[in-house]
């Protein structure tokens, strides 16, 4: 399974980027899908999550209010926007497919991972 991040990049505080993560065809859009992201020294965390139709989305509150999830199954994408930036979310963002239909929130719950992109944001 493949699953292809694009749109990280260098931004300064309070600025905004989208992310998109195209997965590949022989993938089921029954699945929940999320991001995680994993800083220097630190554990991947969640960041955000949605169920396979996209009803149901989870954040951590760390970026509540400041980023949001939406999937496009037609397109098999899902997207991040983050906007207000902070220098604590530089990290490597991955894109996830969920073991099930809903919004993972744990690493457990992942059955696929992307490869990351960076996202840097400068103080």
């Known amino acids: 399974v493949q699953l292809q991040a694009s749109g990280g990049g260098l931004v300064q505080t309070g600025g905004s980027l989208r992310l998109s993560c195209v997965v590949g065809k022989r993938t089921s859009s029954n699945n929940g899908m999320g991001w995680f992201r994993q800083a220097p020294g630190k554990e991947r965390e969640f960041v955000a999550g949605?169920?396979?139709?996209?009803?149901?989305?989870n954040y951590a509150d760390s970026v509540k209010g400041r980023f949001t999830t939406s999937r496009d199954n037609a397109k098999s994408t899902l997207y991040l926007q983050m906007n207000s930036l902070k220098p604590e979310d530089t990290a490597v963002y991955y894109c996830?497919?969920?073991?099930?239909?809903?919004?993972?929130?744990?690493?457990?719950?992942?059955?696929?991972w992307g490869q990351g992109t960076q996202v840097t944001v400068s103080s």
């Open positions: 996830a497919i969920s073991l099930w239909s809903s919004s993972p929130t744990t690493t457990q719950a992942i059955r696929y």
């Open positions: 949605i169920s396979w139709n996209g009803g149901s989305t």
